[in-house]
């Protein structure tokens, strides 16, 4: 599952580059991760909002924080969790690159994924409100490519550009349709970051 991407473009220019409405400014940092706060694109507005749904688990205190839960798996979206926001509140996700932890317990390192002929592209997502956070959103998962499968077995659902229409408008049987692994190529950067910085 995806835990860490970058975003590296300006709000202007991801709001070109969808034809979005920029409303305001954003506080999301390069590099995103679960509870931090990320680009979307919804309702042809460019948005900021925290990444992943809060979750109260049982046995939680009730001033404790909830966990974010950043992942929709595609086969699950008709879940109670995810299906009124799969039916009803899908987004865009602007994404340079994503990354993956790759190597033994304890010392691993990030692998990242990107496009080689793009240098933004466009992840499926959903959305909805939240009384812990306001607008919160979550990257839906897929089965992993061949490209990613050496390293973890789903990856994001990528849109196509001539498929955001689809994902964004379209009725839910259509978007779920768009919920394949990626079919072109993709580049591997395998890197020795840690992927839990000490």
Not at 17 to 22: C, D, P, Q, R
Not at 47 to 57: I, N, Q, Y
Not at 112 to 118: A, D, G, N, Q, Y
């Amino acid at each position: 599952m995806c835990n860490l991407y970058r975003m590296t473009k300006t709000t202007a220019e991801v709001a070109n580059l969808f034809n979005a409405v920029e409303l305001g400014s954003s506080n999301a940092p390069a590099e995103i991760y679960p509870g931090s706060p990320g680009l979307v694109v919804a309702g042809g507005e460019l948005r900021s909002m925290v990444w992943g749904f809060p979750l109260r688990l049982k046995g939680m205190k009730p001033d404790a924080k909830p966990k974010p839960v950043n992942n929709a798996r595609a086969d699950k979206l008709d879940s109670f969790m995810w299906r009124f926001s799969f039916a009803e509140r899908r987004c865009l996700i602007p994404v340079t690159e994503f990354a993956e932890a790759e190597g033994e317990k304890g010392s691993k390192t990030r692998t990242w994924f990107s496009l080689p002929e793009e240098d933004l592209f466009a992840v499926a997502g959903i959305w909805r409100e939240t009384d812990e956070w306001g607008p919160a959103y979550s990257m839906v998962m897929t089965e992993a490519c061949v490209h990613v499968a050496g390293v973890h077995d789903r990856m994001p659902v990528i849109v196509r550009r001539e498929d955001w229409a689809d994902w964004l408008d379209g009725p839910p049987d259509a978007a779920g349709l768009l919920c394949r692994p990626y079919p072109a190529m993709m580049s591997v950067h395998r890197t020795t970051d840690l992927w839990v910085r000490r």
